[in-house]
């Protein structure tokens, strides 16, 4: 199998805090995962491309200093959210490929987060 | 540049009838598709893919998708939709980066 998991599935901070986002690949390692963030009734729209060991890549628009992305080992990357206002409130969903080519991608359950 | 457009943006159909769902890409190299289904707050579960052989592909829950390279098109079908078949789908083109469409909110009447 290849199971990603997400934690927290949900979290409310006050504005101005930061909040963590936890991806794991359970059981494959994962060079690349993926970070997506998705509103209301929208599509999921690519933040970044999380490398380990290296720096995340990041989609044209996405604040780099807003999102902070780690991904210390092969099988956890990292979302941490900083100074955190309403605007940021949203459902943030990871994934992560094998490596393999083509890539398939395999979600986590998502994070909603609601900044107050 | 890579593109996925999903035409319709809602599908209401009863239980027991078929379903069908559009999905077009734009993409100037052999591309990679997906459909992926999403209930509400829950993350995406992959029902089926398309790399590269039959046309005709198999997924889980009874889906099944035809890659028609000569319309750019991934449609993807099921014969006999059950409520649980309620959720948002959505058709993905790995290319450069894996993009999504717009999805389609399926909307299932007893």
């Given amino acids: 199998g290849a199971v990603v998991s997400q934690h927290p599935s949900w979290v409310i901070c006050k504005s101005g805090t930061s909040v963590k986002i936890e991806c794991r690949s359970l059981d494959f390692q994962a060079t690349t995962m993926f970070w997506y963030r998705q509103f209301p009734k929208q599509s999921l729209m690519l933040m970044a491309t999380s490398n380990e060991g290296s720096k995340a890549t990041y989609e044209q628009g996405v604040e780099k200093d807003k999102f902070l992305i780690n991904h210390a080992s092969l099988t956890l990357s990292t979302l941490t959210v900083t100074s955190a206002h309403p605007e940021d409130s949203s459902f943030y969903i990871c994934s992560a490929d094998k490596g393999q080519v083509p890539a398939e991608a395999f979600f986590g359950q998502g994070t909603r987060l609601t900044v107050v | ?110």
Avoid: M
Wanted: proline letters at 5%; a positive charge.
């Fill in chain 2, 1 to 110: 540049a890579q593109s996925v457009t999903q035409p319709d943006i809602h599908i209401t159909v009863s239980e027991g009838a078929s379903l069908e769902l559009r999905c077009n890409y734009s993409y100037g190299a052999t591309p990679y598709l997906f459909w992926y289904v999403q209930s509400p707050g829950q993350g995406l579960q992959l029902l089926l893919k398309y790399f590269s052989g039959d046309t005709l592909v198999q997924g889980i829950k009874g889906f099944e998708a035809e890659f028609k390279r000569s319309q750019s098109s991934f449609n993807l079908r099921k014969p006999s939709v059950h409520w649980s078949d309620a959720a948002e789908y959505f058709c993905a083109l790995q290319g450069n980066k894996l993009t999504f469409g717009g999805g389609t909110r399926v909307l299932v009447k007893p």
